[in-house]
């Protein structure tokens, strides 16, 4: 992938038709364009809430007015030759656009529907709006993260949106394009937000099955209740993630402390844990974030800095991995995961909103007069803010 990433990589040749939105949709467009697939994003005409960022890297776009008759029969158009159509907007709007399951099965029988939802197609909040801190709060997510007797902390937008969402998506395209090559037949993905989070709560709910979960917050494993797992702030405010669960780790841990392994007492005595948490908390204050990365660099003690995201992508563990390419005034996270086939990207074209039409339009069978015929009635937008 040494200059145009969406042309080498396993998903080459599986054409997509994006039905522009932001957030989860977008991101699964990006993650299967980042893998070779040829992304199509059906803009509106118009402004955008999000311009045009990162995750239209290697898409093309075209912008249809799909209020018109005419720019729903060239959607329809892309669809007879696509291999996928994605779509996030509110359950039975594409239904009212003309551009439904059925109505895009019936042309393209082997088309995959993937659509993303928050509260899914059938239910009795799928007509609600929603945001991820709505979604992971109806899951048990959002209760679970912060300190206990405070309000939970929103976790950005990864868990709901791109965890749940974006990830279970991809998924199930994936999931559906490979029963395809067996029995010819499309399928309709229903990705719901909450029904992705859910199933990342699995762990949890292992968890509480063998009776070592609470639904307190600040009582569990993974949640800040032990002292051997959370954030101690430096002496430079700055802060020090410690992950050291298994024994071996917490040993290797305490021999670089100043800490008396007597004084501190067993791992595992939750009666101790305030002392413990307050003891760390001192060591921890007198040396800086980087003093103590280099204390802890190259052992098994699981100690490492809390980076803000730049920082992440100038330190040497990600810059050695190749994490992150600078392409002009855009950070990108590398392609992930990574194949073995497929060489590690160097650079990303962003689509141009409405920047491709001729191409796209040329390319799904449509002559000079056609396009100029749709281009007349107002379908096709060429604009290229």
Not at 16 to 21: N, Q, R, S, T, W
Not at 129 to 138: E, K, L, P, Q, S
Request: charged residues 20%.
């Amino acid at each position: 992938m040494t200059d145009s990433p969406a042309k080498s990589g396993p998903l080459s040749g599986i054409k997509i038709v994006e039905l522009a939105g932001i957030g989860p949709g977008p991101y699964a467009g990006q993650l299967l364009a980042d893998m070779g697939a040829d992304v199509i994003v059906i803009d509106r005409p118009g402004g955008s809430i999000v311009p045009k960022a990162i995750d239209a890297r290697g898409k093309k776009s075209i912008i249809l007015d799909l209020k018109k008759p005419e720019a729903v029969a060239a959607l329809l158009k892309l669809v007879e030759s696509a291999d996928v159509l994605i779509e996030g907007l509110r359950p039975g709007v594409t239904e009212r656009m003309g551009v439904a399951p059925d109505v895009c099965h019936a042309i393209n029988p082997r088309l995959i529907y993937g659509r993303m939802t928050g509260w899914g197609q059938k239910g009795p909040w799928n007509q609600m709006a929603g945001h991820d801190i709505n979604y992971i709060g109806m899951t048990g997510v959002l209760n679970a993260i912060g300190k206990h007797g405070q309000p939970p902390v929103p976790p950005l937008n990864m868990i709901g949106d791109f965890g749940g969402g974006s990830m279970f998506l991809v998924n199930g395209i994936l999931a559906a394009l490979v029963e395809r090559a067996r029995t010819g037949k499309g399928n309709i993905v229903d990705a719901a937000i909450v029904d992705g989070t859910n199933s990342l709560m699995s762990f949890v709910h292992g968890m509480t099955g063998l009776g070592q979960w609470r639904t307190q917050r600040e009582a569990n494993l993974l949640d800040g209740a032990m002292p051997f797992y959370r954030c101690y702030m430096t002496s430079d405010g700055k802060f020090t993630a410690v992950g050291c669960i298994e024994p071996q780790f917490f040993a290797a841990m305490m021999e670089r402390l100043p800490v008396d392994k007597d004084v501190y007492g067993d791992q595992h005595d939750r009666s101790a844990w305030a002392k413990q948490h307050e003891l760390l908390e001192d060591v921890f204050a007198t040396k800086t974030r980087d003093e103590w990365e280099a204390i802890f660099a190259g052992t098994d003690a699981c100690v490492t800095p809390v980076l803000d995201y730049v920082e992440a992508a100038s330190h040497p563990a990600n810059a050695a991995r190749q994490a992150f390419v600078q392409d002009g005034h855009w950070l990108h996270p590398q392609v992930a995961p990574r194949l073995a086939t497929q060489p590690l990207a160097t650079h990303f074209d962003i689509a141009t909103k409405g920047g491709d039409y001729a191409d796209i339009l040329t390319e799904a069978g449509l002559g000079e007069q056609e396009i100029s015929q749709l281009i007349a009635a107002g379908a096709v937008v060429t604009n290229k803010d």
